[in-house]
């Protein structure tokens, strides 16, 4: 269900604007902190996952994290950046 979240949130979106966790944990969970701050670190989770297998992209200051296994601090959530067609 939190990976379902996330990808509707993410393509929802235009192009090149994020989602922040707290957003997908707000939608899960509800208004109240206290109902959705548990969904945060299971969030975090997921979305690694998500981006090694390449459906979404972990943003912090704007730039894809080099490595999800490995960042930390507040982070936003995107579509996975597809290469220009060069034909």
Do not use: H, N
Not at 23 to 43: D, F, H, K, T
Not at 50 to 64: C, F, H, S, Y
């Amino acid at each position: 269900m939190i990976a379902e979240t996330i990808l509707r949130l993410v393509t929802a979106r235009d192009a090149g604007k994020t989602v922040c966790p707290s957003e997908v944990a707000r939608e899960l969970g509800g208004p109240q902190p206290e109902e959705w701050s548990p969904l945060m670190q299971p969030i975090r989770r997921i979305a690694v996952r998500m981006t090694k297998a390449g459906e979404v992209a972990i943003l912090r200051k704007g730039k894809p994290v080099e490595d999800p296994d490995d960042f930390r601090g507040i982070y936003r959530l995107g579509a996975v950046a597809t290469a220009p067609d060069e034909t």
